[in-house]
């Protein structure tokens, strides 16, 4: 059973920084999996904004957060991060950590959990973080 825990996240002015962390706990030692962040903002639908593959160390980012987003893995203490810079009041939401179920179709050339296309972050069911809330303030 994988098991999936979030901290971080709070209030900050726009501009300011904030970082998101996602404990995993329940994959075998050294299985190369995808993980991912996903946000949803009041009356939005929940997005995809970040993947990352431990295979590779490579991630894939929306456009609305390339740049400025920074998806990484402490292997050692089984957690993946959100580092999140110059934020925007349109950054608001609850954000949430994701691993998919039954694993993830990488591409090959880049080594990249895809956001977008047949395998994308967000066509597949996926185990849930409790969820964080992140608020930017003009």
């Known amino acids: 059973q994988v098991t999936l825990v979030q901290s971080g996240g709070g209030s900050v002015q726009a501009g300011g920084s904030l970082r998101l962390s996602c404990a995993t706990l329940?994959?075998?030692?050294?299985?190369?999996?995808?993980m991912a962040w996903f946000r949803q903002a009041p009356g939005k639908e929940r997005e995809a904004i970040a993947t990352f593959y431990t295979g590779s160390g490579n991630s894939d980012y929306a456009d609305s957060v390339r740049g400025r987003f920074t998806m990484s893995r402490d292997d050692a203490k089984s957690t993946v991060y959100l580092q999140m810079d110059n934020l925007k009041p349109e950054d608001t939401a609850m954000y949430y950590c994701a691993t998919p179920k039954g694993g993830c179709s990488v591409e090959t050339a880049t080594g990249m959990w895809r956001l977008s296309g047949p395998n994308a972050a967000g066509r597949r069911p996926q185990y849930w973080g409790q969820g964080t809330q992140v608020t930017v303030s003009s």
């Open positions: 329940g994959f075998p030692p050294g299985l190369k999996h995808c």
